[in-house]
């Protein structure tokens, strides 16, 4: 059985490199005669995120990605629901209510700013007995045919 002769040291620490970031530190390491490396950041602090050049360069890159809106209801269609509307003698209310909906959607579809809906239109149909989609916009629906 060998036995390990080396010498064993216990209690010292290894002297790791150490960042310092006030000048009285560096100064209390240049009097003790530790050896003393200072490196400048370039970009000291300073955010990468905003510079002027970076927000340009992601801005470019959202407007090339961009999605096109979708399409808003023809205003032909906006008309066509108002003209039959007023001929069946109904408020944007009353006809709001027999479709089930809110009045602002139906002023939305007459106005042209609402985004095309077909069960929307689907009922606006049948109530106001009216083609609202399709070719012919406009064009009176004959009821069911009897045989």
């Known amino acids: ?26 100064n209390g390491a240049r009097r003790a005669g530790a050896v003393v490396a200072t490196d400048k950041k370039v970009t000291g602090g300073s955010n990468k995120a905003h510079q002027g050049t970076d927000h340009q360069r992601i801005a470019k890159l959202d407007r090339e990605n961009e999605v096109a809106p ?46 095309p809906n077909p069960q929307i239109l689907g009922k606006l149909e049948r109530i106001l007995k009216v083609k609202l989609r399709g070719a012919e916009i406009g064009k009176k629906l004959e009821g069911p045919k009897k045989t």
Do not use: F, H, W
């Open 70 to 115: 979708p399409p808003k209801i023809s205003p032909t269609v906006g008309r066509t629901i108002q003209t039959s509307r007023l001929a069946l003698e109904l408020s944007q209310k009353d006809l709001a209510a027999k479709i089930n909906e809110k009045p602002s959607v139906l002023q939305d579809y007459e106005s042209g700013k609402a985004i």
């Open 1 to 26: 059985m060998e036995i390990d002769t080396k010498p064993v040291v216990i209690g010292s620490k290894a002297r790791t490199a150490k960042v310092t970031r006030t000048t009285s530190d560096l």
